[in-house]
C-alpha cells in the first residue's frame, strides 16, 4: 500500500502560483517588447491602443470602450491618448450621440507606426511561443484568455475598500 499524495497548499512556497507566474510573464514580455520597440518611438501601451482602435469600431472608439478592451485604468489612458493626440497618431472627434464622449480614431499617421512595429510584435509573440510545441499553442492561449477573464470578473466582482 502506497502512501496518499502530499496535497500542498495553493499558497505554498513548493507549488506554482499564479500570481507571480502572471507578473513575471507580463513583465517579461513587456521589457522585451518595450526594448525590441524603442527605436519606433511607441510604448508598449501606445501600441495596444493603436491595435485596439484599429480592431474596433471603423468610426472610432470611446475612451471608456478602449480603455475596457485594453484592461487599463481611465487615467492611464487618458494620458496615453494625449501624448499620441500630440504625436498626430489619433484624433478625437465629439460623439453624434453623447455630448460627454468623444470618438477616437487612427489617424494615417498613427497608422503606418502601427504597421512598423506590428511586424515586430509578431516576431516577439512567435519567439515567445516557440517554447511551446506547434500544436498546444492555441490550446494555451485559449486556456490563457479563460483565466484572463476569470481574472476581471474578480476584479470586477470584489467589493470596494472604504479605506
Not at 487615467?75 to 484624433?91: D, I, K, P, Q
Not at 465629439?94 to 502601427?114: C, F, K, M, Q, V
Request: charged share 30%; aromatic share 4%.
Amino acid at each position: 500500500m502506497s502512501a496518499a499524495p502530499v496535497v500542498l497548499p495553493l499558497d505554498s512556497p513548493q507549488r506554482r502560483r499564479l500570481p507571480p507566474l502572471l507578473r513575471r510573464a507580463w513583465y517579461g514580455l513587456n521589457q522585451a517588447f518595450r526594448r525590441r520597440i524603442a527605436h519606433t518611438g511607441v510604448t508598449p501601451d501606445q501600441f495596444t491602443a493603436m491595435r485596439t482602435l484599429l480592431e474596433g469600431d471603423p468610426e472610432g472608439m470611446t475612451q471608456r470602450d478602449l480603455t475596457l478592451a485594453m484592461s487599463s485604468d481611465p487615467n492611464t489612458v487618458a494620458s496615453l491618448l494625449e501624448r499620441m493626440e500630440e504625436s498626430g497618431w489619433v484624433e478625437r472627434r465629439p460623439h453624434e450621440r453623447d455630448r460627454r464622449a468623444y470618438r477616437i480614431r487612427l489617424l494615417a499617421s498613427g497608422r503606418e507606426r502601427y504597421e512598423v512595429v506590428r511586424d515586430l510584435a509578431v516576431a516577439l509573440q512567435t519567439d515567445t511561443l516557440g517554447v511551446l510545441p506547434v500544436e498546444e499553442r492555441e490550446s494555451f492561449l485559449a486556456q490563457l484568455e479563460l483565466v484572463a477573464a476569470s481574472c476581471r470578473k474578480a476584479a470586477e466582482d470584489a467589493p470596494r475598500s472604504r479605506a
